[in-house]
């Protein structure tokens, strides 16, 4: 199975700082990464997926990257809302695994 | 909107069984390949399984852990999906999401809390 490491584990910013997430695949997964977003007693929201396409209602500030095994997550100036937890989903090979998350906490 | 209502959850024992119902709307169903994925309390996220839609074989891949114990199944005329579980482990306590999707989750359930515990 693939395992994908997250990195860091926490985050801690303030609001208007950017903020640049890493998921490392232990194989490629080609272009096959999503990445959500899950606030505090909500549930997970898709951001991306195919690596690079937005998912619908997704704001500008969000941005990411990445093929193989290295993609990055990117907000460009961090929003009080933002602040949340960040996963990263490949579905490049069976079983589809999640990475173990990055928290993006007020610094 | 796509609405996905999940039910079923609640306290079992180990070795016992449940079945979680999700109600969907909102999206062409039959069309659809539907998944389950799970968090247990306080972790991340894990892919439990999914079922391809009828035209594409209506097929399904679970898992190792709950492979032979939990099965996914559709009824595409009520617009529902289900997961059977079978001999519960305590590991397998978790909220249950059903969400849309067999690769990667587009909308999701508010899921159903599943406690197995004696």
């Known amino acids: 199975e693939i395992v994908l490491t997250q990195s860091p584990g926490t985050l801690s910013l303030s609001p208007g700082e950017r903020a640049t997430l890493s998921c490392r695949a232990s194989?490629?997964?080609?272009?096959?990464l999503a990445w959500y977003q899950q606030k505090p007693g909500q549930t997970p929201r898709l951001l991306f997926y195919d690596a690079s396409s937005r998912a619908t209602g997704i704001p500008a500030r969000f941005g990411c990257s990445g093929s193989g095994t290295d993609f990055t997550l990117t907000i460009t100036r961090l929003e009080p809302e933002d602040f949340a937890v960040y996963y990263c989903?490949?579905?490049?090979?069976?079983?589809?695994?999640f990475g173990q998350g990055t928290k993006v906490e007020i610094k | 909107e796509v609405q996905l209502v999940e039910s079923g959850g609640g306290l079992v024992k180990p070795g016992g069984s449940l079945r979680l119902s999700c109600a969907v709307s909102g999206i062409t169903f039959n069309n659809a390949w539907m998944s389950w994925v799970r968090q247990a309390p306080g972790k991340g996220l894990e892919w439990v399984g999914h079922i391809k839609s009828e035209a594409d074989g209506g097929t399904t891949d679970y898992i190792t852990p709950v492979k032979g114990r939990f099965a996914v199944s559709r009824d595409d005329s009520k617009k529902m999906l289900y997961l059977q579980m079978n001999s519960l482990k305590t590991e397998d306590t978790a909220v249950y999401y059903c969400?849309?999707?067999?690769?990667?989750?587009?909308?999701w359930g508010q899921g159903t809390l599943v406690t197995v515990s004696s």
């Open positions: 989903q490949q579905y490049g090979s069976s079983p589809w695994t």
């Open positions: 194989q490629s997964v080609s272009s096959y």
């Open positions: 969400v849309t999707g067999g690769h990667y989750f587009g909308s």
